[in-house]
């Protein structure tokens, strides 16, 4: 796994942070094993994975906070495993912000900087700084619970940039918000990012976020790379069933390779056959549910894979209906379907009989 997960790596020559070999046990549990990633300087880099795969336990090694049972963490060439958090050029931002309840916003921004004895000036200024780029001028003399949720998040966040660090570090920075905030404060955080040039490294479980603030991803599996590659390269062309199914929704139909199809119990498919697959190789068709078309009547184009079914449960989301399709060997496929009626009604029934399809392309062969 780990050997097939490097290939789509891209972080350039000289990357800014390298884990080489990594591995942190705890007593007899093993939460990172045999990792080596590189992360390139001013990237928003993502890793993403089910609780206990080891993502946080990376994240606080490359802070300082956890000491690698072996390998060597590397920050613009110089390996920091030896060097304590405060001399590191690496801040980091908590779940929980950790904000300072007696104090200020402008004195919870201003610790840092209060604590390496910095001047009432240079202080004075870097807050005022800060407080502009998280939009929030006016809110200096706030008390912590005077402010949202969202606010909140802004002043841990100020509070991590003033001392400018090489790297910015975020523990699922926006656990804590409502689904609407949430998605605004991911474009915000993105834009931060792109402003400052600063290289930012977030955990998060959540397979949208990663996909929408990254410019790459790091898919972690108990403790291993499963895959790393920008968002559209994993979901479009996952190396495993394993990544496939944990980012986003996808059928995984079994089958054998013959020439130019995979021959399954349900039919024979055309598909792109697979680099180095033979004959007779045991591989799996992933097809996502936005690339299915779904019609009462079989199409009338030659060239697309079509399969009957029967519609079997309907789920409503507001901008699209899922349905799951019942197939003849009692399994279910999904297919997306964009509500474009204003009344939003579903086009078809439980009960219904009907055809799906897709073009050859719009299949992904896995191999594992």
Request: aromatic fraction near 6%; proline fraction near 5%.
């Amino acid at each position: 796994m780990a050997e097939a997960a490097t290939q789509e790596q891209t972080a350039g020559d000289r990357p800014l942070v390298r884990f080489a070999g990594v591995a942190k046990r705890f007593g007899q549990i093993t939460a990172v094993e045999e990792f080596t990633l590189d992360i390139g300087e001013g990237e928003f880099f993502a890793l993403l994975g089910p609780s206990g795969c080891g993502k946080t336990t990376l994240l606080r090694m490359l802070a300082g906070f956890e000491t690698p049972s072996a390998g060597s963490i590397l920050l613009d060439g110089e390996d920091i495993v030896a060097v304590p958090p405060h001399r590191r050029p690496v801040n980091m931002m908590f779940q929980n912000y950790a904000l300072f309840p007696h104090l200020s916003v402008a004195g919870n921004i201003a610790f840092g900087l209060r604590q390496e004895r910095a001047g009432r000036a240079e202080i004075a200024e870097r807050v005022a700084e800060m407080l502009a780029l998280v939009r929030m001028p006016d809110f200096g003399r706030r008390r912590i619970d005077q402010l949202s949720g969202g606010q909140r998040q802004r002043v841990a966040l100020a509070r991590a940039l003033i001392k400018r660090p090489r790297v910015l570090l975020l523990d699922e920075p926006m656990a804590a918000l409502d689904k609407k905030l949430r998605a605004e404060t991911q474009f915000e955080l993105m834009e931060l990012q792109r402003r400052l040039g600063t290289t930012f490294v977030i955990v998060t479980h959540d397979q949208d976020e990663a996909m929408t603030v990254a410019d790459r991803i790091a898919v972690m599996d108990r403790g291993r790379l499963a895959q790393v590659a920008a968002p559209s390269e994993i979901y479009e062309r996952p190396n495993s069933r394993w990544v496939a199914d944990f980012i986003g929704e996808v059928t995984l139909l079994e089958g054998m390779l013959a020439e130019g199809a995979i021959e399954t119990v349900l039919g024979r498919f055309r598909a792109a056959m697979p680099a180095g697959g033979r004959k007779r190789d045991t591989v799996w068709l992933a097809l996502r549910p936005e690339k299915l078309h779904i019609a009462a009547q079989r199409p009338a184009d030659g060239n697309l894979n079509a399969i009957p079914g029967t519609v079997f449960e309907i789920g409503y989301r507001g901008d699209m209906s899922i349905y799951k399709v019942r197939l003849a060997d009692r399994s279910l496929m999904k297919v997306a379907l964009a509500n474009t009626s204003a009344r939003g009604r579903a086009s078809f029934g439980i009960d219904d009989v009907v055809w799906l399809s897709w073009p050859p392309e719009a299949g992904w062969v896995l191999t594992r």
